[in-house]
């Protein structure tokens, strides 16, 4: 009866307790993640929410993280060799940015059925079969895969920042942003590019950008030299003449060479058009609802 009435309180709680906001201010969360051949996705979960891009998600408690949310913040870890990647191969850490009072939040873990408490390395967290997480301050909910506690250290509690101020604005700024340092693989962005020209790659940064309905995708490849940086750029050229054609549209060569086009050892892309229905894909793909 008393852990009824308490489990009560916290729900009347939940109801009426002040609003939590990020933590970060000076930095951005997701700063501290990004270390070699991980995949770091960022998303603006406010701008998802109003501009309807977050489609046919039914979980209950999904739902109640992501009106939680004011920013999702993943990093996505495969050993596979398999290019392209299937997110199933991959596992997960990263942090929910909004409203998440640690009271209310870590005691509605601890009296789920679904978690059990863990202590290890003097960290308190909750852990179930496909999930570990923690509210380790106000506006943060971290979470993992596994290996909780090394995740807690890694991004909160000794920070090391991997993605540097000027990268980080731009993929915050975005609708949807995705980070890469020196990839093995990847998972497939639609420009059908080797994976010998992939393993090329210093560093990747992708932003989508929303201008009203309308919503491109950019990117800036780092590539191991000039030449590379050229291949990639000829190949995504390449497949977007390709699509063109297919589509019974004249390709406007000057247009393509102010979307596509490398400077030194840096492959750009620049206002590539992207439809609603392409983000909601990708949302969906990264949430594992089409595997």
């Not at 106000?138 to 991004?155: A, D, Q």
């Amino acid at each position: 009866m008393k852990k009824v009435l308490l489990y009560c309180s916290v729900v009347l709680f939940l109801l009426t307790s002040c609003v939590h906001h990020s933590p970060y201010k000076e930095e951005y969360f997701f700063q501290a993640m990004g270390e070699d051949s991980e995949i770091v996705i960022t998303a603006d979960a406010t701008r998802l929410k109003e501009g309807g891009y977050l489609v046919g998600f039914n979980d209950p408690l999904l739902l109640e993280l992501l009106d939680r949310s004011e920013r999702v913040n993943v990093a996505l870890t495969t050993d596979t060799e398999e290019y392209p990647a299937k997110f199933s191969d991959y596992t997960y850490y990263g942090g929910l940015e909004g409203n998440f009072g640690p009271f209310i939040i870590n005691n509605a873990l601890y009296y789920s059925k679904d978690f059990k408490e863990i202590e290890s390395d003097g960290i308190s967290y909750y852990q179930s079969k496909s999930l570990e997480a923690e509210v380790p301050r106000g506006g943060l909910l971290l979470f993992s895969r596994e290996n909780y506690p090394s995740i807690y250290k890694k991004t909160y509690s000794d920070r090391v920042i991997y993605i540097d101020d000027v990268t980080a604005e731009r993929l915050g700024d975005s609708v949807v942003g995705i980070y890469i340092r020196k990839p093995q693989t990847m998972f497939d962005l639609g420009f059908d590019i080797p994976q010998s020209v992939f393993l090329k790659m210093e560093e990747a940064i992708v932003y989508i950008i929303e201008d009203g309905e309308n919503l491109s995708l950019n990117a800036d490849v780092t590539m191991e030299s000039e030449s590379n940086a050229k291949t990639l750029i000829t190949l995504i050229r390449n497949k977007e003449l390709f699509n063109l054609k297919k589509s019974g549209i004249k390709p406007d060569f000057k247009e393509l060479s102010n979307k596509y086009y490398y400077d030194g050892n840096i492959a750009m892309v620049r206002n590539h058009n992207i439809s609603k229905g392409d983000l909601i894909k990708l949302i969906n793909t990264v949430s594992n609802k089409e595997e």
